[in-house]
T-cell receptor, first 110, second 115 residues
């Protein structure tokens, strides 16, 4: 079965420090990986997907198939980055739904 | 374009009661998914509907059910409520269902409290 693991429930960093939110997945095929974000009092929304290879709000994520990881990184954290971040996997085999990790709460301290 | 709309936003029920939650997807979106969000478990998939057909079902007991109407609006029902059903129930819509579904658009959720 597919599984997404986010080992950190809470990650606190100082403003301007680099941030890395970890995501590991378990899936034997070639998945699509996503990062979703939920800011305070806002809806859960897509931040980025690996297939786009883009940087959104300064965040990037690289799919490492060897390590089955999809860590989210930003070189300089901002206070407005404080939010709940969810890593999600879409199996690339048939009509299967997104599988989410349990989420990591990022707190950026001024 | 209006976003995904969920009603009611908040509700309180007692054990043993039942509840029906409603979701109106973004216009033109035919796929609707439901997730249960709790602090300890994150987002857990409940079910997905596409063109009035249940495409996928998560690992929840039969007390949890859903349906989709011809206008793509969806409802989920939980019968014989238990304390552990207290959660935020999220609905998400997407343009199509299937492989590489693409972006999910989430509603604000229905927060259910079971006393």
């Amino acid at each position: 079965a597919q599984r997404v693991t986010q080992p950190e429930k809470l990650l606190s960093v100082f403003k301007g420090a680099p941030v890395e939110l970890k995501c590991n997945y378990s899936y034997s095929g070639s998945p699509e990986l996503f990062w979703y974000v939920q800011y305070s009092r806002q809806r859960l929304q897509l931040l980025l997907r690996h297939i786009s290879r883009e940087s959104i709000k300064g965040f990037t994520a690289d799919l490492n198939k060897g390590e089955t990881s999809f860590h989210l990184k930003k070189p300089f954290a901002q206070e407005e980055d404080s939010a709940m971040y969810y890593c999600a996997l879409q199996p690339n085999s048939g009509n299967t739904p997104l599988v989410f990790g349990k989420g990591t709460r990022l707190s950026v301290i001024a | 374009k209006a976003g995904v709309t969920q009603t009611p936003r908040y509700l309180i029920k007692t054990r043993g009661q039942q509840v029906t939650l409603s979701c109106s997807p973004i216009s033109g979106h035919r796929s609707v998914s439901w997730y249960q969000q709790t602090p300890g478990q994150g987002l857990q998939f409940l079910f997905e509907y596409f063109s009035e057909t249940q495409r996928n079902k998560g690992n929840f007991p039969g007390r949890f059910s859903g349906r989709q109407f011809s206008n793509s609006r969806s409802e989920m029902n939980v019968s014989t409520l238990e304390l552990g059903d207290s959660a935020l129930y999220l609905c998400a819509s997407s343009l199509v269902a299937g492989v590489n579904t693409g972006e999910l658009f989430f509603g604000e959720g229905s927060r259910l409290t079971v006393l």
